[in-house]
């Protein structure tokens, strides 16, 4: 079980910076514009020696900030509380701290999710009929990555959970 923990908390961890770097940094698409490589990220976007800050209120980015940011609420409290799950810290006895960081994981997960697919779809669709030299850089990796690890953290407080329960079902032979 507390390999599992473990394991969690470590993809958990990783996930939780790799959605901070992805969120905060002006990489998540390339492209070129007049003779010069351009990047831009959910706040701002660069030409070479300089960076803007997004000024207008478009959906797609809203909606990916957003999600993206919720994402990042809900690993971090999973994080708090599979770490209080781990140390067997109990201010409530009911309520089980290794099946709600699960769920907190598989819910950071599916925002960030929403995020990418957002930004993937509006992106494709925009840049892709429009421009022919973008393509996205290593921000937006991240993001898919971080989609993969808080994934595999709430798999893995899952498993945890299912071993702690299966002792305590009663044998009724």
Known sequence: MYSFMGGGLF????GNILLIVSTATDYWMQYRHSNNYMHQGLWRYCMPGK???HTDSIAYWDATRAFMILSLLACFFG???GIMAFIHYSSFDRFDKTFAAGIL???SC???FLA???YTGVTINYYGKRYGNWRFSWSYIIGWVATVLT???GMFYMCA???HECPRSPNTH
């Open 105 to 107: 994981f598989f819910i």
């Open 79 to 81: 994080i708090i509380i």
């Open 161 to 163: 959970y299912r071993m």
């Open 116 to 118: 990418m697919a957002i």
């Open 151 to 153: 994934f595999f953290s």
């Open 51 to 53: 960076c803007f800050t």
């Open 110 to 112: 599916f925002f960030v």
């Open 11 to 14: 993809c958990a961890g990783i």
